[in-house]
């Protein structure tokens, strides 16, 4: 190799306008990788400079050569720290550890959440078993009805004319009956009620009633009455009959109704409904104000 001098750079750049081709050096620097007896070198192009201004010693080009320095550096670290890998070192993946930790907490709240889900649904089924049970228990506890008598307060029948002014045999009646209901369930009580009780003459109603809704215990046994009320109530054919059926010595007249009950076993969710039909058969006479005891074997329930 031939040092330039500074005058040589000088003489020679005007006279030529294209620049002899540059001569390439070649600097050789040893592999950080000296522990593996790896010897091999990696080679990077220098171009020469024909001025001072060019050369790398100048401070404006400090930057490229740092930048070129460090581009080699990383480049080599990246180049050791891959080959370490390969020679089986154990890599440490710590964001991948953490995602598994997070799905691991998922699945543990998605396990929680069944068994909540789990717990209430066996919750239902059981309690549901358990009311099904009790409403069964509750089905045979039906209320008792028995008619004791029925006291005459008025009775009359005569001529008369009906709403359309058609001439009829016509009757007022008032009387009142008294029953017994009694609640044989033992662990609930019921509400008991009727339909309209009906004092009947040949299918005619010459007298009607309600039994009032009212709240019995359990165990126990109430008398109740109803009060009965016809007022000129129109016979058309079948007053001749009832005419000479009173001077016979009585009416024969049919007592139908109908006691429901219904008893709340667990509040409003079961709930157990009764009904029973009663018809009675008796003699009113129109002379009489004794109260008519009726039967056990009169009546049908």
């Not at 020469?48 to 400090?62: D, I, L, R, T, V």
């Not at 008369?160 to 029953?179: A, F, H, I, L």
């Not at 001749?240 to 006691?259: E, H, Q, R, W």
Request: one cysteine or more; hydrophobic letters at 35%.
């Amino acid at each position: 190799m031939h040092a330039k001098s500074d005058s040589d750079v000088t003489s020679l750049a005007p006279s030529s306008p294209r620049s002899p081709k540059r001569p390439v050096y070649y600097v050789q620097s040893p592999s950080r990788d000296s522990n593996d007896g790896d010897k091999s070198s990696t080679m990077h192009a220098t171009p020469a400079f024909n001025s001072p201004m060019e050369s790398p010693s100048h401070p404006s080009y400090g930057r490229h050569s740092r930048a070129s320095s460090t581009s080699r550096v990383s480049g080599t670290l990246k180049g050791s720290r891959k080959r370490g890998n390969d020679k089986g070192w154990p890599e440490c993946k710590v964001i991948e550890e953490e995602g598994d930790y997070d799905g691991l907490y998922g699945e543990k709240g998605f396990s929680r959440r069944c068994q909540i889900l789990m717990a209430l649904f066996g919750f239902i089924v059981i309690f549901s078993i358990f009311c099904l049970i009790l409403w069964g228990a509750s089905r045979p506890y039906k209320a008792r009805v028995s008619v004791k008598s029925l006291a005459v307060h008025n009775f009359y029948f005569g001529e008369g004319s009906d709403m359309t002014g058609v001439p009829t045999k016509m009757v007022t009646m008032n009387c009142s009956v008294r029953m017994s209901v009694y609640n044989p369930a033992t662990f609930f009580g019921i509400h008991v009620s009727s339909d309209a009780v009906n004092l009947m003459y040949s299918e005619i109603t010459v007298a009607t009633g309600q039994l009032k809704k009212y709240y019995q215990p359990r165990k126990s046994n109430r008398i109740v009455l109803v009060n009965l009320q016809g007022v000129k109530v129109p016979l058309y054919g079948a007053g001749a009959s009832l005419a000479v059926d009173n001077t016979n010595g009585g009416v024969p007249m049919t007592l139908v109704f109908d006691v429901r009950s219904r008893g709340n076993v667990v509040g409003m969710l079961v709930r157990t409904k009764h009904w029973r039909h009663v018809n009675c058969s008796l003699v009113v006479d129109s002379r009489k104000t004794k109260p008519i005891t009726l039967k056990a074997s009169s009546c049908a329930y």
